[in-house]
């Protein structure tokens, strides 16, 4: 990640409206600021871009110390490039010319992301986020960096940030030899690079039937991407909400937003860009980021969406991206929105951003303290080992903990009480502090937000030693001069009536909030800075509760994530026996969760073993669902417990395929070297599904002795598994490169078209000149047609957006034409539903799973009683493709479906 001046200069004082004619244009600017400046035609325009600059540095800097430790350090100096998955396609027939996803023996589990989050599968980047649907649901855990996204989205949209690919040693020996060249022969070099690029064009045009138009190509090439082209606006639905009302005709849903902003740019700004929002809304030009819709408390949600619905009726031309739960998200989608779900960090995301923060630790001070020195090896080695497992927010407070060296407890409640330690005046003992903080925590998860009026009705004190009279307006903490006299840096929202001067409760808040563990949002309320810090503290008042009061806690959503925290220090057995005999719903919530559990809790808890082997038996158990046993397969790894390989170990030898196939990829989650025994003859194994699942498994553990084996597997497998380890290496810059870069150009033809998938992967200059020679000049079309496939993806985008909407009912091809044999015409709207039902209930086995699967995908929860009944067709993908949907209704609308047993 690196900071693009060039690009950040033009969006910066150019304008929305201007930017893509400036850009075209830019081999005419001598210098981005000046050059803008001086094509200004009007007072208006250059007033226009003046509060436009304000606007995006307000922006920055907001986004800049939006994370868990931006008192410490800046966004833009330990970002990773955030990374989408796409929600599944559309179910539709098998097409026999299609050639199989590699990655389709990855199930993608989104709410427990482990299994998943070591394989290289196919990711979107923020550019292809903007190639489908207008208005995107953006899903994930919470501590899985949906804030951050957005703010990744924001700042690149802006030109600030440019994500690069990692370093690797050819690309680095191919800049040293540049490096030593002339400027003249640099120059050669370039334009050998843009000649043999044209020529791929040229002959891509020529494959297809048509025509090169250069003009036409430059045209494209010199198009900004559409989040460049728009104004980015972050918003908090907390902000957005803070008044009341309802939305329509008589409140304009934009009014909100502009509110929302004002109140967290600085007055200057809030009162210059309201005009340039409303136009740019009106004309279509924002990109639009909410965030916090499941920060709200559950009586905000409906106004939440029916904010969503008013804006959509009016503004459907912007683009609109909402950040949410990754369970209970269907009001949401029902609104318009399309699911897209951040992927979880891989083992390259972790490390380097160990690196980052090691980069940034001199830099890094805290209210008068000096720089520290760089860490150490020792502690960057500590803070990049062991990561497996661990959501991005859990990884960043174990860097910072690893760092700092303050750990006073191990393993989660060190790093957590780590980060809160940096989070509070420098007075004020963690200890002290800490019940306080508690209470505080416990206000925000039953009522939603904490208030300075609250906290004074329930006794809740102030910092301690806090004597300034309570109608004084006195305050102990720091007041910057110019919010003091007013100033035009001063926050707008600053200059209401200020309550944190008012009570000692108040001054408390004030505290908290400069020090970066409280935000406040409009109306004088505050919340942690992250609901996780939140459900730590809050689960320190449990630890007297009874089971039944725990279990009582346990059904209200927003007293989920303390109690599973409070087994970090208190005993939960008699809770875990409780859950263990409760019910099952479509998602075996009651089982599945407490996985995690096992995590938080000590090595030598009882109920450890009872919840790992329920689990066990749920991935082997005969005529299971299978989306259960991936399920199972998944959770196991949430509970980061050693003795898990000798559950996948027991499984790989199973005589079912399904099962063998998860738990080779169970393993190669684990990261475990002692897999590797396990793994490699099942390279060979007579399902190719599980061939490709130990190969892949391999690729995860990583070590010396697997890289071993995926070159043996790769130089001798079947052509699918030459492609998983190709995709494979493609993840591994150290040692994966070079081999594609030696097999691409290798005398087995096999071996070359392979490595065409794996380069198609890395965007680096010599990754992309192989796959340009490789369709130009390779002597075999069937290596020539991979990198065609390739190299179009790579210049023009996929052939069809991975963001587009699911269809309506009634624009599903293969109903259509199943009511059209049928001698019927497919009716509109409703209709169409009740004829997805009939396909369901008369078609055959094929048509009955399709039907099954679609109404799901729909989100069709008021079919439920049909899907219900296909759980007992002769079938067995019917009843599997039933329990999916009702498994998939059950994430949409976040409230357990009884299963029968």
Not at 736 to 753: C, F, K, N, S, T
Request: glycine share 6%; proline share 5%; net charge negative.
């Amino acid at each position: 990640m690196s900071i693009d001046i060039e690009n950040f200069g033009l969006g910066l004082l150019a304008g929305w409206g201007s930017a893509y004619a400036l850009y075209r244009a830019r081999h005419l600017l001598q210098g981005a600021a000046s050059s803008v400046s001086e094509s200004a035609s009007s007072a208006q325009n250059s007033a226009t871009r003046s509060a436009d600059s304000r606007y995006i540095n307000d922006l920055i800097e907001r986004a800049n110390g939006s994370h868990l430790g931006g008192m410490a350090v800046k966004m833009t100096d330990i970002m990773v490039e955030p990374r989408f998955i796409p929600a599944p396609e559309f179910a539709l027939p098998p097409d026999d010319e299609v050639i199989h996803d590699i990655f389709r023996v990855i199930p993608v589990v989104h709410d427990h992301p482990y299994l998943h989050a070591s394989y290289n599968i196919d990711t979107l980047s923020i550019d292809e986020l903007s190639t489908g649907s207008r208005a995107l649901a953006l899903l994930g855990l919470p501590g899985s960096g949906r804030t951050t996204a957005l703010q990744a989205i924001a700042l690149h949209s802006l030109g600030v940030v440019k994500f690069t690919p990692p370093q690797d040693k050819i690309q680095a020996k191919l800049d040293s030899e540049e490096a030593a060249l002339s400027e003249k022969e640099r120059s050669v070099r370039v334009q050998e690079r843009i000649l043999i690029e044209q020529r791929a064009k040229e002959r891509l045009a020529n494959e297809q039937g048509n025509a090169f138009d250069a003009e036409a190509d430059e045209e494209l090439r010199s198009a900004l991407p559409l989040f460049r082209r728009l104004m980015p606006v972050y918003v908090h639905f907390a902000d957005l909400l803070a008044n009341g009302g309802d939305f329509g005709q008589e409140v304009d849903p934009a009014e909100m937003i502009v509110r929302a902003v004002q109140y967290n740019v600085k007055r200057v700004t809030a009162k210059t860009i309201p005009r340039n929002m409303y136009n740019r809304f009106n004309k279509g030009h924002i990109l639009l980021l909410v965030d916090g819709y499941d920060d709200l408390p559950e009586f905000e949600r409906p106004r939440a969406l029916a904010w969503l619905n008013a804006f959509m009726d009016q503004y459907s031309q912007n683009f609109i991206i909402v950040a949410g739960p990754v369970t209970g998200f269907g009001g949401i989608t029902r609104t318009g929105f399309t699911p897209v779900f951040v992927r979880p960090w891989s083992d390259l995301d972790i490390n380097a951003t160990a690196d980052h923060w090691a980069d940034s630790w001199q830099r890094m001070t805290k209210r008068g303290r000096r720089s520290a020195n760089r860490p150490d090896q020792a502690a960057i080695d500590r803070a990049r080992a062991n990561n497996r497992a661990l959501l991005p927010l859990e990884v960043t407070a174990k860097i910072w903990a690893s760092y700092t060296g303050q750990v006073d407890v191990p393993g989660y409640e060190g790093w957590i009480r780590a980060a809160l330690s940096r989070l509070i005046p420098d007075d004020q003992p963690l200890a002290g502090l800490l019940p306080r903080l508690a209470q505080l925590a416990a206000v925000q998860l039953e009522e939603g937000y904490i208030t300075s009026a609250r906290l004074q009705a329930l006794s809740i004190g102030g910092i301690d030693g806090d004597t300034a009279p309570a109608e004084t307006g006195e305050t102990p903490v720091e007041t910057p001069p110019e919010a003091a006299s007013g100033g035009e840096n001063q926050k707008a929202g600053d200059a209401e009536e200020d309550t944190e001067t008012k009570s000692a409760q108040g001054r408390l808040l004030a505290s908290l909030r400069k020090q970066g563990l409280l935000i406040r949002y409009r109306g004088d309320r505050y919340q942690f800075r992250h609901c996780l810090l939140a459900s730590y503290l809050a689960s320190l008042t449990l630890k007297q509760s009874s089971a039944d009061e725990l279990n009582s806690r346990l059904e209200r959503p927003a007293w989920k994530q303390a109690v599973a925290y409070t087994a970090l220090h208190t005993s939960v057995d008699r809770l875990v026996r409780k859950r263990l005999t409760a019910g099952a719903d479509a998602l075996h919530n009651n089982l599945l969760d407490l996985s995690r559990w096992i995590a938080y809790s000590p090595t030598d808890t009882d109920w450890r073993g009872d919840v790992l082997r329920s689990l066990g038996n749920l991935l082997i158990v005969p005529n299971q669902y299978p989306l259960l046993r991936e399920r199972a397969a998944a959770a196991l790894l949430d509970s980061r417990d050693e003795s898990t390989i000798l559950i996948f170990r027991r499984a790989v030898r199973n005589m079912n395929p399904y099962i063998r196939r998860l738990a080779c990829l169970g393993m190669g989650a684990l990261g475990d070297a002692e897999a590797i025994r396990d793994l490699k003859p099942l390279i060979r194994d007579q399902e190719m599904d599980v061939q490709l699942a130990a190969g892949m498994a391999l690729g995860a553990v990583g070590t010396e002795e697997a890289l071993e084996a995926m070159v043996v597997a790769f130089t001798e497998g079947t052509e699918q598994v030459r492609q998983a380890m190709a995709e494979a290496f493609a993840a591994m810059p150290e040692e994966g490169y070079p081999i594609l870069a030696e097999a691409v150009e290798h005398q087995d033809m096999m071996l070359r078209r392979a490595a065409v998938f794996g380069l198609r992967r890395i965007r680096t200059t010599w990754a992309l000149i192989a796959i340009y020679r490789a369709f130009l000049e390779d002597e075999q079309w069937y290596v020539r047609s991979a990198a065609q496939q390739a190299f179009q993806e790579i210049q023009y985008g996929r052939a069809e957006s991975p963001t587009a909407p699911y269809p309506q009912a009634e624009a599903i091809p293969w109903l259509v034409e199943w009511a059209a044999s049928r001698g019927e015409t497919m009716p509109a709207g409703e209709g169409a539903q009740q004829m997805l039902l009939r396909a369901l209930q008369e078609g055959e086995p094929p048509i009955r799973a399709l039907a099954a699967e679609n109404l799901g995908q729909l989100g069709l929860a008021s079919m439920s009683k049909a899907l219900y009944g296909a759980l007992r067709d002769r079938q067995e993908d019917v009843r599997a493709a039933a329990h999916k949907s009702l498994a998939g209704l059950q994430m949409q609308i976040g409230q357990p479906l009884p299963i029968p047993a």
